[in-house]
């Protein structure tokens, strides 16, 4: 294979090191390699590219780019520093390409992947002896202390494994005791964005030859893929992941005040777009955390960063417990399609379009086909069409409006849970299962129950309105004519009955009640009229 990356990259096939360790795309730092404190040049690493797992899904090509660009820049960084490095390309998955090596090399170590998906492929490879298993390093807390806080079995609540780590940690704690007397300060946190303090600009990054052929091949090698590619708005490099913990630092005063708004003059806003390389381990959580403990930023924009690490945490410890959620006990349904609907509005239907026999957590049987709106398609709804353009040029939103727009909308609109799941595995530049899955079925839709939320994460036009600025865009009148308000109604006639007995869901439930029978009627056909326009890819409008 002919490229300038290879031309880079040093022939190491003769060299014999101690012993070889895989380094995976999202375990890239160099501390997570368990022998860093000896002499590079005894740990030789392999680096593999698999075609199988670029064409598993149709994965945005943002995001194909951004993690084959980061994988190549370590592999080179890796023999600056010493390291033997063998660098593969392969038509199978990273198990069979191990296996292949293995048998070659002999016995090859490995760091525990936090993707299912992953650790299944190894599965055979490990208990054969040809792969070595090392528990991952990359993370603030371990399993046992999630299980010494939460337990192992449902309900699982992110407060009580939070104050666990505050107190076990000692971070912002003084004397036993949280500092500013309390654990969260989420109730400071929620301000609208009126243009004051500016918004930061958003980082440029230096495009360099590696970047270059990373895009020119995701281009042509994934041309049925959505979305295009644009290197400059994301590090590739050790150096720019320390260039975006350095712009992350300069964001975080304002961070706190307005993490829960959006608007269509800043996709970013205050927030520090790291979730991406920590899911790589370009930037390790405790390099974040120690920038979030000595930052001199207030301490609601300091509290509210470390729960948004240690939430990061919770959602890894729940996958692996409950075995990417299929040990739980909750109502579950197929789903007839497993590539998002991407090949009913592109036309291309290789890319995993079976829905196959697995049942999905699914707690309100929700089982209507996304529409083609969340692929681009004008809806009318200028919120969802700002967010769902923002995400096909970019791969990225914030974690508002993936809840509140995205994951609001798909469940008033009674999307199945698992196709949202799927759109957003492919359509995020950092989301893998092991973390998408846990928010989406989790959090997102309300899937997995009480399991994990006491309460679905919905709302009418008011939140939208209040947090954002989209509603002044949009032909919509917020408080006139707006659809979502009776959808969200329409959504609690239809399931008010799973909520019953539900404390947090009393409230919304007594002022349905209140309702007219004449008032539920027009939300139902404002349910049925939205569903159906949307279903068959036309506009919403007021008429």
Same mark, same amino acid.
């Given at each position: 294979?002919?490229?300038?990356? /290879?031309?880079?990259?040093?022939?190491?096939?003769?060299?014999?090191?101690? *012993?070889?360790?895989?380094?995976?795309?999202?375990?890239?730092?160099?501390?997570?390699?368990?022998?860093?404190?000896?002499?590079?040049?005894?740990?030789?690493?392999?680096?593999?590219?698999?075609?199988?797992?670029?064409?598993?899904?149709?994965?945005? *090509?943002?995001?194909?780019?951004?993690? /084959?660009?980061?994988?190549?820049? *370590?592999?080179?960084?890796?023999?600056?520093?010493?390291?033997?490095?063998?660098?593969?390309?392969?038509?199978?998955?990273?198990?069979?390409?191990?296996?292949?090596?293995?048998?070659?090399?002999?016995?090859?170590?490995?760091?525990?992947?936090?993707?299912?998906?992953?650790?299944?492929?190894?599965?055979?490879?490990?208990?054969?002896? /040809?792969?070595?298993?090392?528990?991952?390093?990359?993370?603030?807390?371990?399993?046992?202390?999630?299980?010494?806080?939460?337990?192992?079995?449902?309900?699982?609540?992110?407060?009580?494994?939070?104050?666990?780590?505050?107190?076990?940690?000692?971070?912002?704690?003084?004397?036993?005791?949280?500092?500013?007397?309390?654990?969260?300060?989420?109730?400071?946190?929620?301000?609208?964005?009126?243009?004051?303090?500016?918004?930061?600009?958003?980082?440029?990054?230096?495009?360099?030859?590696?970047?270059?052929?990373?895009?020119?091949?995701?281009?042509?090698?994934?041309?049925?893929?959505?979305?295009?590619?644009?290197?400059?708005?994301?590090?590739?490099?050790?150096?720019?992941?320390?260039?975006?913990?350095?712009?992350?630092?300069?964001?975080?005063?304002?961070?706190?005040?307005?993490?829960?708004?959006?608007?269509?003059?800043?996709?970013?806003?205050?927030?520090?777009?790291?979730?991406?390389?920590?899911?790589?381990?370009?930037i390790l959580p405790e390099e974040l955390l120690q920038v979030a403990i000595e930052t001199p930023a207030p301490l609601n924009s300091r509290e509210g960063l470390i729960?948004?690490?240690?939430?990061?945490?919770?959602?890894?410890?729940?996958?692996?417990?409950?075995?990417?959620?299929?040990? /739980?006990?909750?109502?579950?349904?197929?789903?007839?399609?497993?590539?998002? *609907?991407?090949?009913?509005?592109?036309?291309?239907?290789?890319?995993?379009?079976?829905?196959?026999?697995?049942?999905?957590?699914?707690?309100?049987?929700?089982?209507?086909?996304?529409?083609?709106?969340?692929?681009?398609?004008?809806?009318?709804?200028?919120?969802?069409?700002?967010?769902?353009?923002?995400?096909?040029?970019?791969?990225?939103?914030?974690?508002?409006?993936?809840?509140?727009?995205?994951?609001?909308?798909?469940?008033?609109?009674?999307?199945?849970?698992?196709?949202?799941?799927?759109?957003?595995?492919?359509?995020?530049?950092?989301?893998?299962?092991?973390?998408?899955?846990?928010?989406?079925?989790?959090?997102?839709?309300?899937?997995?129950?009480?399991?994990?939320?006491?309460?679905?994460?919905?709302?009418?036009?008011?939140?939208?309105?209040?947090?954002?600025?989209?509603?002044?865009?949009?032909?919509?009148?917020?408080?006139?004519?707006?659809?979502?308000?009776?959808?969200?109604?329409?959504?609690?006639?239809?399931?008010?009955?799973?909520?019953e007995g539900n404390i947090r869901m009393a409230m919304p439930l007594r002022t349905l009640a209140k309702r007219s029978a004449e008032q539920k009627k027009a939300d139902?056909?404002?349910?049925?009229?939205?569903?159906?326009?949307?279903?068959?890819?036309?506009?919403?409008?007021?008429?």
């Amino acid at each position: 294979m002919s490229s300038h990356f /290879l031309s880079q990259l040093r022939d190491d096939s003769a060299l014999q090191p101690k *012993r070889w360790l895989w380094v995976a795309h999202d375990q890239l730092h160099p501390q997570l390699n368990p022998w860093a404190g000896e002499s590079p040049e005894e740990t030789g690493l392999i680096f593999i590219e698999s075609k199988q797992r670029g064409n598993a899904r149709p994965y945005h *090509r943002q995001k194909l780019a951004f993690l /084959l660009s980061n994988l190549r820049h *370590r592999a080179l960084e890796a023999q600056s520093e010493g390291h033997p490095v063998r660098y593969l390309f392969s038509d199978d998955d990273y198990g069979a390409a191990l296996t292949e090596t293995a048998n070659e090399l002999g016995s090859i170590h490995v760091l525990r992947s936090p993707e299912r998906e992953i650790r299944e492929q190894l599965k055979s490879a490990i208990g054969d002896g /040809l792969l070595l298993e090392h528990e991952h390093g990359g993370w603030l807390t371990t399993r046992e202390e999630f299980i010494d806080s939460v337990g192992d079995t449902p309900p699982f609540r992110m407060d009580a494994f939070y104050r666990h780590f505050r107190k076990v940690s000692g971070v912002l704690m003084e004397d036993g005791s949280p500092e500013g007397g309390k654990y969260s300060h989420d109730g400071d946190n929620r301000q609208p964005w009126k243009g004051d303090p500016p918004a930061p600009e958003d980082p440029v990054f230096d495009v360099d030859s590696v970047d270059e052929e990373v895009t020119a091949m995701v281009l042509a090698e994934f041309p049925h893929h959505p979305g295009n590619v644009d290197l400059s708005k994301l590090p590739t490099t050790a150096d720019q992941a320390e260039e975006a913990l350095h712009f992350a630092c300069s964001v975080i005063p304002d961070f706190g005040p307005y993490e829960d708004a959006f608007s269509e003059h800043s996709r970013a806003l205050f927030h520090t777009r790291l979730a991406s390389l920590l899911h790589l381990h370009r930037i390790l959580p405790e390099e974040l955390l120690q920038v979030a403990i000595e930052t001199p930023a207030p301490l609601n924009s300091r509290e509210g960063l470390i729960r948004q690490l240690i939430w990061r945490e919770y959602m890894h410890h729940i996958h692996e417990i409950t075995d990417g959620f299929r040990t /739980l006990e909750v109502p579950r349904t197929t789903a007839p399609c497993r590539d998002a *609907r991407w090949g009913d509005f592109s036309g291309n239907n290789t890319v995993g379009k079976s829905g196959g026999r697995e049942r999905h957590p699914n707690r309100l049987s929700q089982k209507q086909p996304l529409p083609p709106a969340f692929w681009g398609q004008e809806s009318g709804l200028r919120c969802l069409d700002a967010t769902t353009t923002a995400v096909m040029e970019e791969g990225w939103t914030h974690h508002i409006p993936r809840l509140m727009i995205l994951g609001n909308l798909a469940s008033l609109l009674d999307i199945h849970p698992r196709e949202l799941t799927d759109w957003f595995h492919v359509a995020f530049i950092d989301a893998y299962d092991w973390v998408v899955e846990t928010n989406v079925l989790g959090m997102g839709t309300f899937a997995v129950g009480e399991s994990m939320m006491t309460k679905p994460y919905i709302s009418g036009t008011p939140y939208i309105h209040k947090m954002g600025d989209h509603c002044k865009a949009c032909s919509f009148h917020p408080k006139k004519n707006c659809p979502i308000s009776s959808l969200y109604w329409a959504y609690l006639e239809r399931h008010g009955e799973a909520f019953e007995g539900n404390i947090r869901m009393a409230m919304p439930l007594r002022t349905l009640a209140k309702r007219s029978a004449e008032q539920k009627k027009a939300d139902a056909k404002t349910f049925k009229q939205v569903l159906s326009t949307l279903q068959r890819g036309e506009m919403l409008t007021p008429d």
